[in-house]
């Protein structure tokens, strides 16, 4: 139910209006749910294998073995990667500030997707500069044809580790969505400043506290300083 990403697939496909763009999705029921078959062809990403296959029960022994719940789903990317052509737009967000078996499974991905003549491009990515200190996770970013950060801090963070020659800098594309013209509430007659603060809200990350309170003193320097209101 991750509306952004859908978002992130409406833009893609306004800004590539002239050509066959195909959607890879890990939940094809909601993406249908959400119409993004009128704009693109909709696939799952991976295999539907019955309980008791060959592939399902040795996806099951490697993760027992590795304690990996993402490592062990390339063993149902038999299809995808069967008939690799064409660019490949691996929507990143923060994917790689996760947990490190995540960053291996993009890698993964990346690097067959590559190995079979198919070229990607890491989109929208935001990338901690202490995840560039990893060797692993330079040798995979440089396999891309395309890197675009999201944001200047990662911009700067990959330019500083040494992907110059395909590192760029530009916002996500959900933000060329055509807007559609609704009757406003009385709070969006002055310009609005809107925050967006995702997955930490969820209070899973230990710098939830302090992440509060930093957005109490932002709003209250808005409303105090500004004539902004706050969505």
Partial sequence: YNHGNEAIVRGIC???SNRK?????FDPKIDLLYNLNEVCEVLPFFDSHQKFSFQHLKASIFQRIFKSKWLQKKFYLTKFLKNIDGIYLLEA???YCEKNDLRKFYAFVNKRIVKKGG???????????EILQDKEV???LHTYSLIIARESITYTALIKAGLINNTYL???PAFLMKPKIINLPDIFKNEVVGLNYGFLAQG????????????ENLILYILNSTNYNIV
């Fill in 93 to 95: 967000g923060d994917q």
């Fill in 138 to 140: 330079i040798k995979d």
């Fill in 14 to 16: 306004e800004l590539f």
């Fill in 21 to 25: 763009i195909t959607l890879y999705t």
């Fill in 170 to 172: 530009a916002p996500d």
């Fill in 119 to 129: 070229k990607t491009v890491l989109l929208g990515c935001t990338i901690n500069e």
């Fill in 204 to 215: 899973n990350e230990k710098y939830y506290n302090l992440m509060i309170k930093n957005y």
